[in-house]
Nanobody
Framework: QVQLVESGAGLVQPGGSLRLSCAAS????????MGWYRQAPGKQRERVGI???????SYVDSVKGRFTISRDNAKSTVYLQMSNLKPEDTAVYYC?????????????WGQGTQVTVSS
């Protein structure tokens, strides 16, 4: 099992910045992807961005140029640096990890952390 713990929730004004952290623990070997999803009220959960074990990054179009995913392998932590935040970025943000378990890809989720962008 993999445990994911997010931190960095907050209220920020439009145009501001915020950094989320996700610390992974447990059986973290064979994690092939980590990243972030978000879910706004009344909307489906959407993928914000991911980073593969090989370091490949991908982002949803709406955050490109504003959000950056990075990782610290020594701390088993993934970060989401968010800049130029907009009210439409308001959502619960979830850390995500995909791990090979017996040859099958298993999904693991954090508990979610609230980001509110408002003046």
């Amino acid at each position: 099992q993999v445990q994911l713990v997010e931190s960095g929730a907050g209220l920020v004004q439009p145009g501001g910045s915020l950094r989320l952290s996700c610390a992974a623990s447990g059986s973290i070997s064979s994690i092939v992807v980590m990243g972030w999803y978000r879910q706004a009220p009344g909307k489906q959960r959407e993928r914000v961005g991911i980073i593969t074990s090989g370091g490949k990054l991908s982002y949803v179009d709406s955050v490109k140029g504003r959000f950056t995913i990075s990782r610290d392998n020594a701390k088993s932590t993934v970060y989401l640096q968010m800049s130029n935040l907009k009210p439409e970025d308001t959502a619960v943000y979830y850390c995500y990890a995909a791990k090979l378990v017996g040859g099958v890809l298993g999904d693991f989720w954090g508990q979610g952390t609230q980001v509110t962008v408002s003046s």
